[in-house]
């Protein structure tokens, strides 16, 4: 498998909470497009708040196999979920775009402020309000 990273040129600072949420996103991501798409390519970018947008953007992407998004997970199958739960304790957004044969992508999207040191104010679900998640097929 070929993976290649794209980083910022400069430190990026984050708050340990946010650096462990974003880290284990990857982490599952890169997970599955092992595990489940038979990648051969993965490229992983971290795009800092003015490059791609006005906030911080992790994007995992592979050349697998893809999948077909169904309304309920399979039975024992929680990692996309616990991933989108990740992003909107962020304050965030996460987004799975994915089709067969034409492998998946993975896009954590933060605001421009997102948290520097905690996790914000909650809303009364327990999630940071305005908070959303995406998952679609290509």
Do not use: C
Not at 57 to 85: C, K, N, W, Y
Not at 104 to 109: D, E, I, K, L, P
């Amino acid at each position: 498998i070929s993976v290649t990273v794209g980083t910022p040129e400069a430190p990026l600072v984050l708050a340990p909470a946010t650096e462990e949420d974003l880290y284990r996103i990857a982490q599952e991501a890169l997970h599955n497009a092992v595990k489940h798409a038979a990648a051969a390519r993965i490229h992983v970018l971290l795009a800092p708040p003015g490059s791609r947008t006005d906030g911080l953007v992790l994007e995992i992407s592979d050349d697998g196999r893809g999948f077909e998004r169904t309304a309920d997970p399979r039975p024992g199958h929680l990692g996309l979920g616990t991933m989108a739960q990740r992003a909107l304790r962020l304050g965030g957004n996460l987004e799975v775009l994915s089709s067969v044969g034409s492998g998946t992508s993975v896009r954590v999207f933060l605001p421009p402020q997102f948290p520097a040191r905690d996790y914000g104010p909650a809303s009364p679900a327990g999630l940071p309000q305005g908070a959303t998640t995406t998952m679609a097929n290509a």
